[in-house]
């Protein structure tokens, strides 16, 4: 009988995007399905945090392993889909694709008297009343588990509010409070205290979006595989130019919560030309494998609506699309893992970054 051949160790950097999350539940819920894989640390930001943590709980509980996190994940979107908003609409809506839903979602007046109080009422003038959804949810996760050393690194990324920096929580760092913050949108969540160690003080932060969504150098140490797989959800393209204030809103949180991945992209792509020039000693700095994982035909049907109020239906399809996106990647990209990335660099932020550098230079 031929040896049993060693699962390839990859990384995976988990976006956040509210609810649109469950199409990263679907792509998680596929690869802890294939044998060939072994997940070696996730970096998330907000839902993606959310989704990072559950398959770090099925990971580390005594016993666990892949099928444990599946069971995790899934316990974690019923509790989501529990939060909807317009459980009326759910029944006779099932039916029709998950476009249709977030259309009549986005057109309900409970949605549209939602949106027009988040623009106009700051969070904090709800005095006593106040009361973050997601609270009870992340406060029934296990952080004994969470904050093992057991199962995949864990990183969570949130933004510190008063200097604008990205924070990295890990390890015994990570609690409710945390995956709170990393998921605080500021227009809809009052900001998230925590003690920050390193300053002595109490720092507040909101979403993880706005500095790392999600932060890739965490993935970058040298104990950990070259390959760095993405499971993005916030669309990096759009063919059509937004013309209504709602569209336009949206596109405007797209643009700037996926800066500062693409900015990571660039300073990947660099450090691979300086090492495919030989202008880095052999080791010096790590050759990092991009993949993508990603559903855009998707999620450019989808509206703001299905980000902000979870509708199982919506949730399903999500997962369902996920699922299939897993699929196709492990279908066509599997045999490269190990071997080097499947994400064109440059295509995706528009041209080589040393001559970019050298043009500057020149001039």
Request: with cysteine.
């Amino acid at each position: 009988m031929p040896a049993r051949t060693r699962p390839t160790r990859i990384n995976l950097a988990l976006q956040g995007g509210g609810a649109h999350g469950a199409f990263t539940w679907g792509v998680l819920d596929r690869l802890l399905e294939d044998d060939r894989i072994e997940i070696a640390a996730i970096s998330g930001t907000s839902a993606g945090a959310l989704n990072g943590a559950a398959v770090k709980s099925g990971f580390a509980r005594p016993g666990g392993g892949p099928e444990a996190a599946r069971e995790v994940l899934d316990w974690l979107w019923t509790r989501i889909g529990s939060l909807d908003h317009i459980p009326a609409l759910t029944p006779w809506l099932s039916a029709f694709p998950a476009e249709a839903i977030s259309k009549a979602i986005e057109y309900s007046p409970f949605f549209a008297v939602s949106d027009t109080l988040g623009r106009m009422v700051s969070p904090y003038d709800s005095g006593p009343f106040y009361r973050n959804p997601l609270t009870p949810i992340v406060e029934e996760l296990h952080y004994d588990e969470v904050c093992s050393l057991d199962g995949p690194e864990l990183h969570v990324c949130a933004t510190n509010v008063r200097t604008g920096k990205v924070r990295v929580f890990t390890g015994d760092a990570l609690g409710p409070d945390v995956l709170l913050a990393s998921a605080c949108l500021p227009t809809l969540f009052r900001a998230v205290e925590i003690h920050d160690p390193d300053t002595g003080r109490t720092e507040a932060y909101w979403d993880g979006g706005y500095t790392g969504n999600p932060a890739l150098f965490p993935l970058f140490g040298q104990h950990l595989p070259n390959d760095v797989v993405i499971v993005n959800i916030n669309p990096l393209y759009r063919d059509e130019v937004p013309t209504t204030a709602r569209d336009i809103q949206n596109r405007i949180n797209e643009i700037s919560f996926n800066s500062s991945l693409l900015r990571e992209l660039r300073a990947i792509q660099f450090v691979k030309e300086l090492i495919a020039e030989g202008k880095v000693p052999a080791g010096a700095m790590k050759d990092v494998f991009v993949h993508m994982i990603a559903a855009d035909d998707l999620m450019v049907k989808l509206s703001v609506a299905t980000k902000m109020m979870p509708n199982p239906a919506v949730l399903a399809q999500l997962k369902a699309a996920g699922r299939a996106a897993a699929e196709a990647f492990l279908e066509s990209e599997a045999h490269n893992l190990g071997k080097g990335g499947t994400v064109d660099l440059p295509q995706t932020f528009g041209g080589r970054v040393r001559q970019v550098f050298r043009r500057r230079a020149r001039a």
